[in-house]
Nanobody, 124 residues
Framework: DVQLVESGGGSVQVGGSLRLSCSAA????????MGWFRQASNSEREGVAVIDTDGITTYADSAKGRFAIDQDDARNMWYLQMNSLKPEDSAMYYC???????????????????WGPGTQVTVS
């Protein structure tokens, strides 16, 4: 059974930085897409950044130039470095994973088989 757990959320001032982590237990497939999503109060969940097994990344427009997704394959860890944070970045952040063998990673939530419980980020 695959379990994802996020950590690193918290409260930060405008312009500050946070580094979110996602650990994956029980996942052993060689090819995957891993994504970071967020959901603010009274809003739909949205994709922030995705990364595939080869390290190819895609970012939402809101994240370009400020956020960076990376991974440590050996430790089954993924990260989201968030810089120049804005109040509108405040949300619950989720990591998610699906098995993928070809093609660009998707932001479509229905592609993702495994989700973490989320970590709250508050920017004020």
């Amino acid at each position: 059974d695959v379990q994802l757990v996020e950590s690193g959320g918290g409260s930060v001032q405008v312009g500050g930085s946070l580094r979110l982590s996602c650990s994956a237990a029980g996942y052993s497939d060689a090819s995957y897409c891993m994504g970071w999503f967020r959901q603010a109060s009274n809003s739909e969940r949205e994709g922030v950044a995705v990364i595939d097994t080869d390290g190819i990344t895609t970012y939402a427009d809101s994240a370009k130039g400020r956020f960076a997704i990376d991974q440590d394959d050996a430790r089954n860890m993924w990260y989201l470095q968030m810089n120049s944070l804005k109040p509108e970045d405040s949300a619950m952040y989720y990591c998610a994973l699906y098995e993928a063998y070809a093609g660009k990673c998707s932001f479509r939530e229905d592609f993702y088989d495994y989700w973490g419980p989320g970590t709250q980020v508050t920017v004020s």
